[in-house]
């Protein structure tokens, strides 16, 4: 009796500081700083930078492309050219491997472009529709192999702008969908060069650029991966309901999602640019931008409230500018080949069903209308309360630091070298610093050679101290045996 009284006090403490956590957690999400810099974007990788946006670029043009009167299944033409693009990518990637990954990229560029141009050339019909869909599959097999090198072969700082070109396109494609910015030859041209692009860059891959994913050993479907994937999904479903609600697709609901749209790629890139604000900062607005939208949208048709409601739906960029780029990021850390597939097959699938719910709901547009806010809601309210669970698996003092490198995969490096310090139950960062301190190097050259604050520095420097007994550089030194110049000289203590 008296264990089972003291579980259940456990218990009790364990719910009544869960508030106070969830508010800490907030709090230091909040201040989270993350840095990129354009210096770090590589000539040599534009080809890599360039396939997975022009790719996606086809994804996010849906309502200008397919404008078809005629239907497949019972669905409508964007619904099949969304469904085709997320089928092909889950069915094609499924037989890639590492060796094989370029020529299933070239297979999936050559369905694309034999789609596309059978689809281009026929008028429009059952039959041009069913190009389209091949169209779009082929085009999806590009994105999926396109997301490879994004991931595993750009830089944070590549990946940040390469989603910031997808997303400016994506915010012209729903300007262009109320008022038309291109004639109906100017679009066919628009397409043709991004099919060429997408061609062009896939065939570009070279395969000593992925030769060191091949031995890297992912750490499968953790935590950090399950976080990422619960924002990237529920972004991408509650965002899909607007375009089916009444009233989304009229023309100057179009051009104000797209100006405002234009607004948050901006707004994006002054806060991770400038602010150097968190990605969590970016999830937060999304969700507060889609939760304000849909419930404007109950406001009468034409009134103030409904065009606030149509401008603040434009803000979805924001989330989805920061779930790719928080995709990429978490692959390229924790993930393989083998991960990088699962997370594929995951989505794909998914999206596809996703797809259907506000489909199959269309038809009653209160219930529709309802499930979105609803979704929306529910949504951010688990968001917030997984904030604990972000902080310490996906925005650590770990995490933030890597962030602000050229490329995570550079700090894992640097913490491989410090086998030395295996059995002292440090951390990443710890080990880093700890190598640093015994080649010599003062704080503030560890913090920039790390790229963190002065104060970061210091006090990763403080808690390494504590954990190892010690409390001072020269019993650092004392307790490890260092020889790292070309004499084989201790180098002296900065102090």
Known sequence: MQTYLFAADKQEAARASYPSRLLSAILRLWNVQETLRLKNIRRSHLPYFFAFPLAMIFANMQEVLFKSDYSLFGLGAVTLAAGSYCLGAGVLFIFSNQKNLSAISRLSAVIASVGFLFWLLLPDSAVSLSF???FMAGIGGCAVSGGYSYAFVLNNTERFWGIVLISFFYALARINAGFPLLSPAGLRIFMVLLVAGTVISLAAYRAKDFEHVRNRQGKGLG????????????????????????GAAEP???????????????????L????????????????????GSYALMYAP???????????????????????IYLLGCVLNRFGDFRLFKLVAAVIMPVSVLMYLVPDLLAAMPSVLHGTAMASSAILFIIFLLLSPAYSGYLFSADWSDDLRRLTMSEAQKRVE??????????TPREKEIAALLLQGLTIKQIAVSLDIAFDTAKYHIRNLYKKLGIGSRPELFARFTVSINNNGEKPSIPQ
């Open 301 to 323: 048709a034409g009134s103030a409230l409904r065009m606030a409601a149509m401008s603040l739906h434009g803000l979805q960029l924001i989330g989805y500018l920061a779930g």
């Open 132 to 134: 389209a869909m091949l």
């Open 223 to 246: 935590p950090a991966v399950w976080l990422m994937l619960y924002f990237f999904m529920a972004m991408y479903f509650i965002d899909m309901f607007f375009i089916y609600l009444p």
């Open 272 to 291: 991770q640019i400038l602010l150097r604000c968190s990605v969590w900062v970016m999830c937060n607005l999304f969700f507060i931008a889609l939760v």
């Open 252 to 270: 100057e609901a179009m051009i104000l999602c797209g100006a405002f749209g234009l607004a948050a790629v901006l707004l994006c890139v002054l």
């Open 417 to 426: 070298q410090a086998d030395r310090f295996d059995s002292l139950n440090l």
